[in-house]
């Protein structure tokens, strides 16, 4: 799991309890630190856990789910409250998005359970 962040306050919990579930974390701060570990790193799923200062989630999403490498990696954006930026997100290629006031281990729990069942196909709101 990468999980790219910028300033989330939750983030370690949120690792911890990713990792609690069985995931290996890998974490970016920032869109570009998340695209130099993407040469790297093979990840089951991307979070977006806060809005990238760099460049947008909009254009991050969009650019991993284009990019023929990682289009078949599902990525999941945390904070995306309004229906417009939900919809938005989902068109960018998210796999889910997930509410922005969300309990780290929930969150966890939930992500995992969407990385193992990934090959079923894209999954819509997750609400932790």
């Known amino acids: 799991m990468l999980v790219v962040h910028s300033e989330c306050q939750n983030v370690e919990a949120l690792c911890e309890g990713l990792e609690e579930q069985g ?8 869109a570009i630190e998340a695209f130099f570990q993407l040469k790297t790193v093979r990840p089951q ?61 929930k969150t966890a729990t939930i992500l995992a359970g969407c990385v193992a069942e990934q090959n079923a196909g894209p999954t819509t709101a997750l609400q932790a």
């Open 23 to 30: 995931c290996r974390v890998t974490l970016a701060r920032g």
């Open 45 to 105: 799923a991307i979070l977006l856990a806060s809005e990238p200062t760099e460049l947008g989630a909009t254009e991050v999403c969009r650019a991993i789910s284009q990019s023929t490498a990682f289009s078949n990696v599902p990525v999941f954006v945390c904070g995306a409250n309004s229906d417009a930026e939900q919809e938005k997100m989902m068109a960018a290629g998210a796999a889910g998005y997930l509410d922005s006031a969300w309990c780290p281990t």
